[in-house]
């Protein structure tokens, strides 16, 4: 069996207990180690097998997988935040169907997650933004021309922009050109939640010279959007007083 497991943003407490134990019980961990922090090895138990898959193909990944099918052992499949998000896990889960190997998945904290505690903001505000786009800057990954940054940009809400931080010249030049003034607040969060995170409030003009400034080039997640520093937000109807929901009756 193998298991996909969510190793969490990075901090070892953020993974999930489920993902715990699976780390705990694994006879083979199989391990994105340019991402995850090393520390979750700590839960495997000494007759484990690791392998770092930063250094294999995807053949490779899958052969471990099937010599451990044979042999009845465990896989642990160990990615990064939550798989789902830019975590190549279909390719795999393809292969394995087409070999008769069953899996399950078990989904992390994402960073963007992270990111929004780090920054202690709230991605959905009332009348400011309801809605938070996930995406990335093509590099030798395309993306669909439809997906575009400036395609995006014109829905003015919030966006969380991945796999970027070595482009944001040309990032801030492309949101700007959809339709974000360069006043615009952002933020640069390095690194969410590990012990070495470091956030950074910027606009959309200036997220290159805050990066440049502060060294940030890899690991970094980008927000963008009013919510950054916004003050100006309807309070929630949920709890609001004169609003009648299905368990208490609001104050006329």
Same mark, same amino acid.
């Given at each position: ?23 705990? %019980?694994?006879?083979?961990?199989? @391990? ?6 090393? %520390? *979750?090895?700590?839960?495997?138990? +000494? ?38 998000? @830019? ?6 889960? #393809? ?19 992270? $990111? ?26 395309? &993306? ?20 970027? $931080? ?15 003034? $360069? #006043?615009?607040?952002? $933020?640069?969060? @390095? ?15 200036? *997220?290159?010279?805050?990066? +440049? ?13 009013? &919510?950054?520093?916004?003050? #100006? ?10 609003f009648t929901?299905?368990?208490r009756e609001?104050?006329?």
């Amino acid at each position: 069996m193998v298991h996909f497991v969510g190793a969490g943003s990075g901090a070892v407490d953020l993974i999930t207990v489920r993902g715990m134990h699976m780390l705990e %019980e694994a006879d083979v961990i199989i @391990y994105t180690g340019s991402l995850v922090n090393p %520390e *979750l090895l700590s839960y495997k138990k +000494e007759t484990c097998k690791v392998f770092d898959s930063a250094r294999m193909t995807l053949e490779e990944v899958i052969a471990v997988m099937e010599q451990a099918e044979r042999e009845n052992k465990e896989v642990v499949r160990l990615h990064t935040g939550d798989p789902c998000l @830019y975590g190549a896990i279909t390719e795999q889960m #393809d292969l394995l169907r087409e070999k008769g190997i069953a899996f399950d998945n078990t989904p992390g904290v994402s960073s963007f997650q992270a $990111a929004a505690a780090a920054l202690q903001l709230e991605y959905t505000l009332p009348e400011v933004s309801q809605s938070v786009i996930i995406t990335r800057m093509e590099g030798r990954t395309p &993306v669909p021309e439809t997906e575009a940054i400036e395609a995006f940009a014109r829905h003015q809400s919030t966006m969380v922009i991945f796999l970027s $931080a070595g482009q944001l010249e040309q990032l801030s030049q492309r949101l700007m050109k959809g339709g974000y003034e $360069a #006043d615009t607040p952002a $933020a640069i969060v @390095y690194k969410a939640s590990w012990p070495d995170e470091q956030c950074f409030t910027c606009t959309v003009g200036s *997220l290159a010279k805050t990066a +440049e400034e502060n060294g940030i080039n890899r690991m970094a997640l980008i927000i963008v959007g009013k &919510v950054v520093s916004s003050c #100006d937000y309807a309070r929630s109807k949920l709890y609001d007083p004169t609003f009648t929901t299905g368990y208490r009756e609001g104050i006329k």
